[in-house]
């Protein structure tokens, strides 16, 4: 089994990425799902943010207020900390379970918006970086996402810099370009992880 590291800033297209790999056979374990999952209504996780946060971060139906509870986390770094100290766990746990399901000849792609920040590439056999400018991640954030500029620029100051995440990639996406531009690309990596799956 290869064990993969995608990662890639807010706004560079990851989920793309990892959606074309899964499309042509590779086992995703997606932490962005994984750590929505780990604070659904009922859950221990939710249970421990409410209690760190506040019931102001729930929604009339129980469920966690994503947006107000960005608000708080992304304009204080001590805020943000306190989240991750709860969810990182939970995300770790769940994601190991899932690996544990995958095949010996398997090319298994850990979906990790936070992979360099959190000093994760080590546990991985190779990092693929999605790249993008920071111009066209800002300009996706607003123009596709609606997120207000000022929230989109404390989003990516939260992340690691474009620097930090090539220091780590093995292989590197760039999808500054358009849609179309991304495909062959990805196609491209999928077969040299199928290589290497098969060469381990």
């Known amino acids: 089994m290869l064990k993969v590291g995608l990662t890639g800033g807010i706004g560079a297209g990851k989920s793309e990425v990892s959606r074309l790999l899964a499309s042509y056979g590779a086992v995703l374990v997606d932490a962005d799902l994984i ?3 780990v ?13 760190e946060f506040g019931p102001e971060v729930l929604l009339p139906d129980g469920a966690l207020d ?11 770094p001590a805020r943000l900390a306190a989240l991750n100290a709860i969810v990182h766990p939970l995300v770790r746990d769940r994601s190991a379970e ?12 850990n979906d990790v ?12 056999d190779l990092v693929v970086v999605v790249d993008v400018a920071e111009g066209t991640r800002l300009d996706r954030l607003v123009r596709l996402r609606g997120m207000p500029e000022k929230e989109a620029r404390a989003r990516m100051a939260a992340q690691s810099s474009r620097e930090d995440r090539l220091a780590i990639a093995d292989l590197v996406i760039d ?10 690309q990805v196609r491209e990596v999928w077969a040299e992880l199928r290589r290497r799956a098969q060469r381990s």
């Open 35 to 37: 750590a929505r999952e």
């Open 98 to 109: 899932l690996e544990r399901r995958a095949g010996p000849g398997d090319v298994l792609v």
């Open 66 to 76: 994503r947006p107000k509870l960005g608000s708080i986390v992304f304009a204080d």
């Open 39 to 51: 604070v659904a209504p009922g859950t221990p996780g939710l249970a421990r943010v409410v209690a």
């Open 175 to 184: 999808n500054d370009g358009p849609l179309e531009a991304l495909e062959p």
């Open 113 to 124: 918006p936070l992979l360099a920040e959190n000093g994760l590439a080590k546990v991985f």
